[in-house]
C-alpha cells in the first residue's frame, strides 16, 4: 500500500459545483497534513493545513479522520480558476527522528463553463 | 522578498555530463529539499537536509549528489550515473514551528537531456 493515496482523477465539474476529494495514508503516526495545489508546470503552492477539528478557508473545507485515516477536501462554488491538481501531503517522522512530508500522486480538477 | 530561488529554469545535458541545480533561500528555514516530479506523477524525494554540514538520501537518491555547506543553499548534482533525469526538479524549504512542517517550494528547473 502506497504511503499517500489519491485518486487522480480528473474531476470534471461544471462551474458551481460542489466537489470533494479524498486522500488516504498508511502511517497512523502521521503528524501534520497539508493540501498544496499545483497548476500546470508550476511548483505546488500551500493551499490549506488540516486539523482535526476541521478547519474552513472561504469556500474550501478540510476534514482529518484519523481513526479512518485519510483527509478530505471540499470545494464550493467552483470557479474557473480552481482548475488545478490538489496534492494531499502528510508528515511522518522517519528513522533518524526527522519529520518527512510525502506527496500524493495528485487529483487532477477541470471546472468548465 | 522573501523566497526560494531555483537556477536555472530549463536545463539540458549531454551524455555523461554531470550537470548542478541552485537552489536558494533567504527564508531563515533550517531544512531544505529536493523532490523530482515526472509527468503525472507525484513529487519524489531526492534528498533533504535539515541542518548546515548535513543531510540525508531521500527516497530516489541514487545518481544524485548534494551538498549543504551555508543555510541559505543547497545545490543538487544530477551525475553521469543518473541514466534517466528528465524531469522538473523541485527544491523546497520548510520551518519546522511547533510540529507543523509546510514546505514552500521554488519555481523548478526543468532537465532535459540532449
Known amino acids: 500500500r502506497k504511503e499517500v493515496e489519491q485518486d487522480p482523477g480528473p474531476f470534471n465539474v461544471p462551474e458551481g459545483a460542489t466537489v470533494a476529494f479524498n486522500c488516504t495514508y498508511s502511517?497512523?503516526?502521521?503528524?501534520?497534513f497539508f493540501w498544496y495545489r499545483q497548476d500546470c508546470r508550476k511548483e505546488p503552492k500551500l493551499l490549506m493545513s488540516?486539523?482535526?477539528s476541521g478547519n474552513e478557508d472561504g469556500r474550501f473545507t478540510a476534514q482529518l479522520n484519523r481513526a479512518s485515516q485519510y483527509i478530505s477536501l471540499l470545494i464550493r462554488d467552483s470557479k474557473l480558476s480552481d482548475s488545478a491538481t490538489y496534492l494531499c501531503?502528510?508528515?511522518?517522522?522517519?528513522?533518524?527522528?526527522?519529520?518527512?512530508?510525502?506527496f500524493g500522486r495528485g487529483t487532477s480538477l477541470i471546472v468548465h463553463p | 522578498d522573501g523566497g526560494i530561488t531555483q537556477s536555472p529554469k530549463y536545463l539540458f545535458r549531454k551524455e555523461g555530463q554531470n550537470v548542478t541545480l541552485s537552489c536558494e533561500q533567504n527564508?531563515?528555514?533550517?531544512?531544505m529539499y529536493w523532490y523530482r516530479q515526472d509527468p503525472g506523477q507525484g513529487l519524489r524525494l531526492i534528498y533533504y537536509?535539515?541542518?548546515?554540514?548535513?543531510?540525508q538520501k531521500g527516497d530516489i537518491a541514487e545518481g544524485y549528489s548534494v551538498s549543504r555547506e551555508k543555510k541559505e543553499s543547497f545545490p543538487l548534482t544530477v551525475t553521469s550515473a543518473q541514466k534517466n533525469p528528465t524531469a522538473f526538479y523541485l527544491c523546497?524549504?520548510?520551518?519546522?514551528?511547533?510540529?507543523?512542517?509546510?514546505?514552500?517550494f521554488g519555481a523548478g528547473t526543468r532537465l532535459s537531456v540532449l
Open positions: 527564508l531563515n528555514h533550517d531544512a
Open positions: 523546497a524549504s520548510s520551518t519546522g514551528l511547533a510540529g507543523v512542517y509546510i514546505q514552500y
Open positions: 501531503v502528510v508528515t511522518a517522522q522517519r528513522s533518524g527522528g526527522s519529520y518527512i512530508p510525502t
Open positions: 488540516v486539523y482535526s
Open positions: 502511517n497512523s503516526a502521521s503528524q501534520s
Open positions: 537536509s535539515q541542518i548546515v554540514n548535513d543531510f
